[in-house]
């Protein structure tokens, strides 16, 4: 609970305005349409006893009637506005919860980063988002406007018709009430979560299918496999039933209560009539009341059926948002963040087997067998990878304040990825350009030959960079990484999936676009390009 | 829009009815006139209050009126909410099964033929999209048939207290399905566009968090965030415009509604004072008759909003159906045989191919005739994108034959004899697809449980366990988080020697590896084919090459 209320915080906070505005204009709905049943159920009797009476002349018709319609204009168009004013609200508080989650994601370290790829990990953090969107339209907004709503009710019948009719409607609704949807909840929490824990299993389970396909076949697993679906797709059935035969009671004991709070409020006002102290028409406010007020109680129905899926997710997504822990990259300044630079060569390696200080302008190709750490290696220098042996100005990376790093060192990932959007959005990762300084970051890289016959700088990439071949995409993100010109450019395997022209092309233009820097490379293959002036090897 | 495409989406939704509703349809009938029953029953409750107030007001005493009108209110309560109960045990049930249904058969079909649509988008489509088709199975039928019933009902009963007030819901009527067909359209454009909206937001959070390693080396991460908020704001400022339009179109529905209840109200209010003299049958309404009416008038109203509700549920079923309906008609990859675990083909081994061509989607393989006996080692070579994973595949009988045959151990490959021929093989891919289990169940996934440190020595990937974490027990996750391209092809040789086959088929087993890595690979092999085991190696490495005992020509 702890968690939901925390998400449901940081929610609000996002337009603290609008979403109060919203939740005065759900109060607004609700109140009046109690007003508008209590008013009419109050004009009927008393224009019956009126016209009984033979007074219908001195009856003020005009006033309860203008109310009536009055509250009629007014619920469709309060309601038209809490809609509006609620949607407006919750979306801004969904993109800027995304932000946030965006932000906080940034700050994880180079194997957190990298499993971020992952397909798994990805649908897990976004059906975790998309879980908890409902906290606001369907938990905090009715769950306020109900309970408000209820105590001003409380006031106004208590007033106009009697405290005993007025404390019925409260307590059986908000005792009784609150009691089925305690239990209500109560039930579903475990089989919500767990539908939902089954479900990521099934889909995790049908994509290693799919994409196993050929083993599983081969190793005559698939029928296997298949059962293990259907046992899984069982046991989310018998969940979602759980949650169906508790959803289905709560209703069952809702309609009851509804009934209940009705005929006991109308039976109090019995009690007031017989005991003349209120007429007619003010004895049979309480029940169209009652009646009306049902509408507040029913529609927490589903926000609370839904809670073992939204608790599950705000307590995975909630330590996440929280974590100001400064991890590997050393994101918040603390005491061991540095603007300075220290003192020592730019680049110094103490290496178990490899040690060597780095200078401005060298170009080092770095080489050794597969699995040895050429990429952790780097990592560490992006200072997204803890470790003791790398100094950059004589300091280690993790020591440095993010920006004043990031301004020093820029890194190529071996499986490099861009994003949705045009060439141009993508290059601006980098920051500010100039398309000038834009294209003639695209011609070192080999690059905007092939853009031209395109769309240029506007050519508009899908998911993930989808529109360009592996080989393009890498060119383009090592174009991003040479507009940044740091002191050092790590580039891990900058030249894989590329013909030998285009190679050569791209080594000479990266060494060309910044001369001064001091330039890593590791390559597989082609280290003895002579374009490098320092050859290393980090052997096993 | 054109007549075409008009009577091709009433098409559509004819199929998907066809498909969803028509094997449901009794117990959807049966729940909604149960549900139908359940709201004939507020006229009865509305009566029973209209006659105590009534009595209250000739004098009786009130208390004693109100018990006997309350029995029969709460009688009325506890049948009504006891149909509404049965009838949605029954359309859960439906539904239930439903999903049940159509999950089954994308398990039990999509990994044995395989399409061009991605693993991602079927299990989404199996996990999360399937669900969707509940609402609109449990909902709009049921809502369907409580407007084309209910509303009459009442409509009747209106016009047998007062025909002004029949009039006054019967004005409102004829608009209603108007207003639906309004409201109908634009609730669905409002909730598809909404769900596009939160999708393709959902999709740049996506899009940005698996590129964020780029991002934060980039030390762009501000910048990404706030170019986020942005599109963001801007996609929101859209869907409000859209949403203004369509929530005021719902919002003129409730506003009859409203209005409906309050004309009834004054009407009843104006007549009960003898200033309105017209409208009721007789002399007038009575106090009892007035109440009856101004609560029966909002249930007038009801089925209609609860369908203006349920249309955006029928829309997003309809979506996934043709979601499924575009999966079945999808081109597919059969294989042959069951998968199931067999006893290996008896006979000595022999592969022999004669004019086979296999059968893809656009594009014909011919496999080049060959004949490999056992012990023996053959290259298929060519250029990449020639056919050779393809050819590989048909013979591992993954995919089917257009034409010619391929003879293991003497007999053609069918699907009587795949099973037992891929008993005796072993294929190593290209690249490894880590399934979330631990690295020694992926090592066996026959579950032999045979010591694999003797195969992983073999490929020489006895360190690359010993460096792992948790060694044979560690977890790679699906990218094989930890594990470099050459590791893993070293990992996937072990499984492929551990699996104790006596056909080895390797898909360019070298394939951008660094040479010391390849040198393993190529060792490992040739101690697989010293120790009697049989080799086809589809490569264009040429030191491969030269390992091998012959070598054919793949031809595009």
């Not at chain 1, 619920?75 to 609620?86: N, P, V």
């Not at chain 1, 993109?95 to 994880?108: E, G, I, P, T, W």
């Not at chain 1, 798994?120 to 988002?129: E, H, Y």
Request: hydrophobic share 50%; net charge neutral; with cysteine.
């Amino acid at each position: 609970m702890r968690h939901i209320l925390q998400i449901a915080k940081l929610l609000v906070q996002a337009d603290r305005r609008a979403m109060g505005r919203g939740a005065l204009l759900s109060i607004a709905v609700l109140l009046m349409g109690v007003s508008l049943l209590g008013l009419s159920g109050w004009f009927i009797t008393a224009t019956g006893l009126a016209g009984l009476a033979g007074i219908g002349i001195a009856f003020d018709v005009f006033r309860p009637s203008a109310g009536v319609r009055f509250l009629a204009l007014g619920r469709a168009a309060a309601r038209y506005g809490e809609r509006l004013l609620t949607h407006d609200a919750t979306l801004r508080a969904l993109a800027a919860f995304r932000v946030d989650l965006l932000r906080s994601y940034a700050r994880s370290d180079a194997r957190a980063l990298a499993n971020l790829r992952s397909e798994g990990a990805l649908t897990r953090i976004i059906a975790d988002v998309d879980a908890l969107d409902g906290v606001i339209l369907r938990l905090v907004l009715p769950i306020v406007a109900a309970l408000v709503t209820h105590i001003l009710v409380f006031g106004v019948l208590s007033w106009l018709v009697g405290w005993s009719v007025a404390l019925i409607i409260l307590g059986l609704y908000l005792v009784a009430g609150g009691a089925i949807l305690l239990r209500l909840g109560h039930a579903t929490v475990a089989p919500s979560r767990r539908l939902e824990e089954v479900e990521q299993r099934l889909r995790r389970g049908a994509i290693d299918m799919i994409r196993d396909r050929d083993a599983l076949i081969l190793s005559a697993s698939l029928p296997r496999k298949e059962a293990g679906l259907h046992r899984l797709d069982q046991e989310a059935r018998a969940k979602a039933a759980d949650l169906d035969r508790a959803e289905r009671g709560a209703g069952f004991w809702m309609s009851l209560l509804v009934a209940a709070a009705a005929m006991a409020a109308f039976l109090a006002g019995a009690v007031l009539l017989d005991q003349g102290s209120i007429d007619a028409a003010s004895a049979v406010i309480g029940l169209f009341v009652a009646l009306a007020l049902a509408e507040a109680l029913l529609q927490l129905r589903r926000g609370v059926s839904d809670l073992g899926r939204v608790q599950s997710a705000a307590e995975r997504l909630a330590p996440q948002l929280q974590s100001v822990r400064p991890p590997a990259g050393g994101q918040t300044s603390d005491v061991a963040s540095c603007q300075t630079l220290g003192t020592g060569p730019l680049l110094s390696i103490h290496h178990p087997n490899l040690r060597a200080d780095f200078h401005a302008g060298e170009a080092v190709a770095l080489s050794g067998p597969s699995g040895v750490g050429k990429t952790m290696l780097l990592m560490e220098i992006a200072g997204l990878q803890p470790g003791t042996s790398v100094k950059v100005h004589g300091r280690p990376p993790v020591a440095y304040a993010e920006d004043s790093l990031r301004a020093m060192v820029s890194m190529l990932p071996q499986r490099c990825a861009l994003v949705a959007g045009t060439v141009r959005d993508n290059l601006s990762l980098s920051g500010s350009f100039s398309d000038a300084e834009l294209w003639q970051a695209l011609d070192q890289v080999a690059l905007a030959e092939d853009l031209r016959q395109r769309d240029g700088l506007d050519t508009t990439l899908g998911e993930g960079g989808a529109g360009l071949s592996g080989g393009q995409s890498k060119r383009l993100a090592i174009a991003r990484n040479i507009l940044i010109k740091s002191d050092i450019l790590l580039l891990d395997e900058p030249t894989e999936g590329l013909d030998a022209a285009t190679a050569e092309a791209v080594l000479h233009g990266v060494r060309a676009a910044v001369p001064e820097a001091l330039i890593i490379a590791v390559m597989h293959s082609g280290a003895q390009h002579p374009v490098f002036t320092r050859r290393v090897g980090l052997s096993r | 829009m054109s007549h075409d495409t008009e009577g091709a989406a009433r098409n559509d939704r004819q199929r998907a009815k066809d498909r969803i509703i028509t094997p449901v349809k009794r117990p959807l009938t049966v729940a909604g006139w149960l549900s139908v029953l359940a709201g004939a029953l507020w006229p009865i409750q509305a009566a029973a209050i209209a006659w105590a107030v009534s009595e209250w007001v000739d004098g009786a005493s009130a208390v004693q009126v109100a018990l006997t009108a309350a029995s029969v209110f709460l009688a009325c309560a506890l049948l009504r909410a006891l149909l509404e109960h049965r009838s949605g045990a029954l359309l859960f049930a439906a539904a239930n099964a439903t999903i049940r249904r159509e999950r089954a058969h994308l398990i039990d079909r999509e990994a044995r033929t395989r399409t061009s649509a991605g693993s991602a988008q079927i299990a989404a489509l199996l996990v999360q999209k399937l669900p969707l088709m509940q609402p609109w199975i449990t909902r709009y039928h049921v809502a369907m048939m409580r407007v084309s019933t209910l509303p009459f009902l009442y409509l009747l009963l209106a016009f047998s207290q007062s025909w002004a007030v029949g009039v006054t819901l019967l004005v409102a009527g004829p608009l209603i399905p108007v207003f639906m067909a309004l409201v109908g359209m634009a609730a669905e454009e409002a909730s598809k566009k909404q769900m596009q909206d939160i999708a393709s937001m959902n999709d740049m959070v996506m899009d940005r968090l698996s590129a964020m390693l780029d991002i934060r080396l980039l030390g762009a991460t501000d910048r990404a965030a706030q170019d986020f908020a942005t599109r963001a704001d801007s996609l929101r400022a859209r869907t409000m415009e859209v949403l203004k339009v369509a929530f005021l179109s719902s919002t003129v529905l409730e506003l009859f509604a409203a209005l409906g209840v309050a004309m009834v109200a004054v009407f009843v209010g104006f007549t009960l004072l003898g200033e309105i003299g017209f409208g009721a049958w007789g002399d007038g309404l009575t106090l009892g008759e007035g109440l009856f009416l101004l609560l029966i008038a909002p249930e007038f109203f009801q089925p209609l909003r609860d369908l203006s509700a349920a249309w955006h549920d029928r829309a997003a079923g309809y979506a996934v159906v043709a979601d499924l309906d575009a999966l079945d008609a999808a081109e597919r990859v059969a294989m042959l045989g069951q998968a199931a675990p067999s006893e290996p083909l008896s006979g000595p081994l022999a592969l022999c191919t004669e004019g086979a061509v296999v059968a893809l989607s656009g594009k014909d393989v011919r496999i080049p005739d060959f004949t490999l006996s056992e012990g023996q080692s053959l290259a298929l070579v060519g250029p990449s994108g020639v056919g050779k994973s393809t050819a590989l595949a048909a013979i591992a009988g993954l995919a089917p034959l257009r034409a010619g045959t391929i003879l293991v151990n003497g007999q053609p490959l069918t699907e009587e004899t795949a099973d037992a021929w891929r008993a005796g093989l072993s294929v190593v891919p290209q690249k490894p697809h880590f399934a979330d289990e631990t690295l020694a169940e992926w090592l066996d996934p026959k579950a032999i449980g045979t010591d694999p440190s003797a195969a992983l020595a073999m490929a020489g990937a006895s360190d690359i366990v010993r460096r792992l974490p948790e060694g044979l027990h560690s977890r790679l996750g699906e990218t094989g988080g930890g594990v470099s391209g050459g590791e893993a092809r070293r990992l996937l040789l072990a499984r492929a020697l551990l699996s104790g086959a006596s056909l080895l088929l390797a898909d360019e087993p070298t394939a951008d590896l660094d040479e010391a890595t390849a040198d393993t690979i190529i060792t490992a092999l040739l101690a697989f084919r010293a120790a009697g085991g049989t080799l086809l190696i589809a490569t264009h490495d040429p030191r491969l090459i030269a390992a091998m005992d012959t070598h054919v020509e793949v031809m595009a």
